[in-house]
């Protein structure tokens, strides 16, 4: 079973710049998720989907952060313009969605730095 | 929202030894409690979980306990190896289960 693919795997950029992260999920899966992880610290849900429709937004910084998931497949996370603090690891994940089944499985990151 | 405490922050046990590592949780509603690796540079990776109708579960060297009165449950990790250490992560649920709030994890270092 092919695992969650992610990229690119890393990127810098300057503040104020685009750039913008792809996440493929396993497939099947309904539930995908965009989390941001902070050097020492654990994974910070930024927005949850279910197949094409957002789930929970609620701490994803809506003036620059942007995301989408058109054909409940792929998903696109966008950042516009950013900012130093936004330096972090960003982590998808994916999850089956259906019945008694809990297990999220994360991609491998992509590791943001902006300088 | 989900409030998830864990400690401690950094371990260091002799290799063969135990390791513990505790997490609070304030949301009664919480049922099911996993716990992430998180290899140097790599995924985390669900390493085991319970659910809330169980007090343990034991998966070879690994084991997590469950308190749901004292809303806490500890990752047990007997005769450490080297390849143990890594960063621990829980995670507690919301939502029904279709989100995590993860605690702030726990640096393992086994020592030879």
């Known amino acids: 079973e092919a695992g969650v693919a992610q990229s690119p795997r890393y990127k810098i950029i300057e503040k104020r710049q685009s750039v913008a992260f792809w996440c493929n999920p396993i497939s099947g899966h309904a539930t995908l998720y965009w989390y941001q992880q902070i050097l020492g610290q654990g994974p910070k849900l930024l927005i949850q989907?279910?197949?094409?429709?957002?789930?929970?937004d609620s701490q994803l910084p809506k003036d620059r952060f942007s995301a989408e998931r058109l054909k409940g497949v792929d998903s696109t996370l966008k950042i516009q313009p950013a900012k130093l603090e936004d330096s972090a690891v960003y982590l998808c994940a994916s999850r089956y969605g259906q019945g008694s089944s809990y297990e999220q499985y994360f991609g491998p990151g992509t590791r943001l730095t902006v300088t | 929202g989900e409030n998830v405490e864990q400690h401690p922050s950094t371990l260091s046990v002799q290799e063969g030894d135990s390791a513990v590592i505790k997490c609070t949780y304030s949301?009664?509603?919480?049922?099911?409690f996993p716990w992430y690796k998180q290899e140097l540079g790599k995924r985390p990776q669900l390493i085991i979980d319970i659910r809330s109708n169980v007090g343990e579960k034991k998966d070879q060297r690994i084991a997590v306990t469950l308190n749901k009165t004292a809303k806490h449950f500890s990752l047990h990790i007997t005769e450490t190896q080297p390849e143990d250490s890594a960063v621990y992560f829980c995670a507690s649920p919301t939502g029904g289960g279709n989100k995590l709030t993860f605690g702030t994890g726990t640096q393992l270092k086994v020592e030879l």
């Open positions: 989907f279910q197949n094409n429709g957002v789930v929970d």
């Open positions: 949301d009664s509603a919480s049922n099911y």
